[in-house]
């Protein structure tokens, strides 16, 4: 699995370009906005895009699906159904935080624990991870020992939790149950910041360590 990070809207959000090398069939997780950038890397790589993948249903992650799902007709994926009135609310999300001519959007597929997405002959396994929205999900490679966790977890932090249904509890637990036990060797690409690995956030992040 290869990937190229983007950072996108002024909250300098982590897009995720995602493709297959041996099909170069691709996904986007997370096109919070500034889609013509998006889209020169996707042009740059020569990939096909297949699907938008989304973790959560925050403007900037999720403010450019509907316009790049109209765009190049693409099916959306995710997230959880729980994170539905966040979807349902983009447009005042887009007045709170200046986003121009946010949409919603309808998934084609919700996902949940246990499901399966592909890209190209990739599969990632989804986890439903709540704690910073209900309706979190995060995607995993085993293979490649990858994530993409959204806000989640970050580099020396985790995600805020004083958003409406974010529960610090319950995403401390999602990190410690679901994220962890994924194995310390596994990299994971965060929704804002370097990428780290579950080891050194196992060892050394004062909110969810050991």
């Known amino acids: 699995m290869n990937y190229q990070i983007i950072p996108v809207t002024p909250f300098e959000q982590n897009c995720s370009l ?3 090398d041996k099909t170069r069939r691709g996904a986007v997780v997370d096109p919070g906005g500034d889609l013509s950038r998006i889209l020169r890397a996707v042009d740059a790589k020569q990939i096909v895009l297949e699907k938008i993948l989304v973790t959560h249903g925050h403007i900037d992650h999720a403010g450019g699906v509907a316009e790049l799902a109209q765009k190049l007709s693409l099916p959306i994926e995710g997230p959880h159904r729980e994170d539905q009135f966040w979807i349902d609310g983009m447009p005042s999300q887009s007045k709170m935080f200046g986003f121009p001519n946010v949409r919603a959007f309808s998934p084609d597929r919700w996902l949940a624990q246990g499901d399966q997405v592909t890209v190209g002959e ?7 991870c709540p704690g910073h929205t209900p309706g979190h999900v995060v995607f995993f490679d085993q293979p490649a020992r990858l994530a993409i966790v959204g806000d989640v977890l970050f580099q020396g932090s985790i995600g805020r939790t004083d958003f409406p249904k974010g529960d610090y509890s319950t995403l401390i ?29 196992r060892r050394y992040n004062p909110f969810c360590g050991d």
Do not use: K, M, N, Y
Not at 122 to 128: E, I, P, Y
Not at 173 to 200: C, M, N, Y
């Open 173 to 201: 637990t999602s990190i410690r149950e679901q994220l962890f036990p994924l194995g310390d060797d596994v990299t994971f690409i965060p929704g804002h910041g370097p990428i780290s690995t579950f080891g050194a956030e």
């Open 18 to 20: 995602l493709w297959c």
């Open 122 to 128: 990739r599969v990632f396994s989804v986890l439903h």
